[in-house]
């Protein structure tokens, strides 16, 4: 009888401690490979960008069905390998056919920046409006005071007329951002600069170059501006490359380098680019983010996380199959 009681009350605590556990550890970066959440299900955050606010960094991305748009989903994580669900932050709308919003339009490359004034984190992201392919070409707003959400929309619209499309926002050193953003069917890339509360664009609007690239996804290193991009290829991979500049407004400058080494280095690895992620609070590390797109079953397209290097002539990327947060730390002829 004892014994029977013993053996129910273990199996209890070990049923208890294997809720209790995260369905997998990780403890590396393996670019391309599935990546489960703590519920055991596929990261589903894709085009998406990383924030970090109090002690926590937050994944946005979009959430996709097989081919569905089905809103922006947010995740949290405090290193970077291991990720928790947290909300779908932002929803497509089902109840009323005049929101621009409504179910069946596509969102796409959310990107989410905190304003320290109006204390508001804005989600801005690419609209297409339900049923129009991707001809509306429209930039979108959303707010929350939570950073998970959920986010209320606030409007869409074309930056100062402009079509846009395939877009990231950047958030300057002094508090300024900026919208850059595919333009003209893609041919032109335009940079805009946020209104201060960042819910909406300035008349200040430039285009930086005419060279048909879409993809955006900038950093600053060094008091330069980088700038990665791709062709304009769909779903599938193409060439990234890296343009610079030392005033934001001024002339952006492409390297005649690909930034990106290694195996498939001429498709980005199999990939799209998507956000460069500067580690919080250290100075020279960045986490280039991209897309390993599946357009049969957009849910499981992959994510390729790989760290920048900052030593060689430009900053470049190095093919790696598995990698963790050490290689930071180890001596640049390591790398
Ligand atoms: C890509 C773009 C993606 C998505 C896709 C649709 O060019 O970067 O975000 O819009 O086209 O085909």
């Not at 209890?12 to 490979?33: D, E, H, K, R």
């Not at 002339?251 to 080494?261: A, C, G, K």
């Amino acid at each position: 009888m004892k014994t029977s009681i013993l053996v129910a009350i273990s199996f209890v605590i070990a049923i208890g401690t294997a809720i209790a556990q995260p369905v997998s550890t990780n403890n590396q970066f393996l670019p391309g490979q599935k990546l489960l959440d703590n519920q055991g299900n596929f990261v589903n955050a894709h085009g998406g960008a990383v924030i970090f606010q109090d002690g926590k960094y937050y994944w946005f991305g979009e959430k996709r069905g097989t081919s569905a748009s089905e809103g922006v989903n947010v995740y949290s994580s405090t290193d970077l390998c291991n990720w928790k669900f947290e909300a779908l932050a932002l929803a497509p709308v089902s109840t009323d056919t005049n929101s621009e919003i409504e179910e069946g339009c596509v969102m796409e490359r959310p990107k989410i920046i905190y304003n320290q004034a109006t204390k508001q984190y804005v989600l801005w992201f690419h609209l297409e409006l339900k049923g129009q392919g991707y001809a509306a070409a429209r930039v979108a707003v959303a707010v929350s005071n939570q950073i998970t959400g959920p986010y209320q929309f606030v409007r869409s619209f074309r930056p100062n007329g402009n079509m846009s499309r395939d877009m990231t926002i950047f958030q300057d050193d002094d508090g300024l951002a900026y919208l850059i953003y595919s333009s003209r069917e893609n041919y032109d890339l335009r940079i805009t600069q946020l209104t201060d509360d960042y819910l909406s664009v300035t008349t200040k609007d430039k285009m930086l170059f005419s060279n048909h690239r879409e993809a955006p996804a900038v950093f600053k290193h060094n008091n330069l501006y980088y700038l990665i991009t791709s062709g304009c290829t769909g779903w599938q991979p193409n060439k990234a490359s890296l343009h610079a500049t030392k005033n934001i407004w001024g002339d952006w400058v492409e390297s005649t380098l690909n930034p990106m080494r290694g195996l498939e280095w001429d498709k980005t690895f199999g990939g799209q680019s998507t956000y460069v992620l500067p580690v919080q609070g250290k100075k020279d590390q960045f986490i280039f983010i991209a897309d390993k797109w599946n357009s049969r079953n957009l849910k499981d397209s992959r994510y390729i996380w790989l760290p920048i290097q900052l030593h060689t002539e430009i900053p470049t990327v190095q093919w790696m199959e598995n990698w963790n947060m050490n290689w930071f730390q180890q001596p640049v002829s390591k790398h």
